[in-house]
């Protein structure tokens, strides 16, 4: 039985994207408008407190990303409503949530994406922010 390589993290990260419809922020932002994308803000609590928020974004925390929006779990948040829905994980800068949207895929969530450029490249593109 042989081990399998292992593998660095810009590796992972590239097959990772591979398999992501990856989506730009004005998409993402006009998705959620359309109510066609549930847009998931991970950040962590100082990013957030410091940048401010995406109007309408639901918050979760990183560590609790799987529970919340599992349909199917006994601690997902009301807008998990089905794993047909889109959802969109924003990072600070797009790294993190391509691994969080690959982590919602393995749960069947087949619709789960990331924003290319996270939350920097939203706020870059003029697009709505709250404090």
Do not use: K
């Not at 800068?93 to 393995?106: D, T, V």
């Not at 450029?117 to 706020?123: D, L, M, P, S, T």
């Amino acid at each position: 039985m042989s081990a399998e390589r292992p593998v660095g993290i810009d590796e992972l990260l590239e097959r990772v994207r591979s398999g992501l419809d990856r989506v730009e922020a004005e998409e993402a932002y006009d998705a959620a408008r359309a109510g066609e994308a549930l847009l998931v803000d991970i950040r962590y609590a100082a990013l957030r407190d410091r940048d401010g928020l995406i109007p309408g974004a639901l918050v979760v925390e990183r560590n609790e990303l799987e529970w919340r929006l599992d349909p199917q779990g006994s601690h997902r948040a009301p807008e998990a409503i089905g794993h047909d829905l889109r959802v969109v994980v924003i990072c600070n800068e797009g790294y993190a949530s391509s691994l969080a949207a690959a982590s919602l895929r393995q749960l069947g969530l087949r619709r789960a994406t990331d924003l290319v450029g996270g939350f920097q490249a939203w706020r870059a593109a003029g697009l709505p922010v709250t404090p």
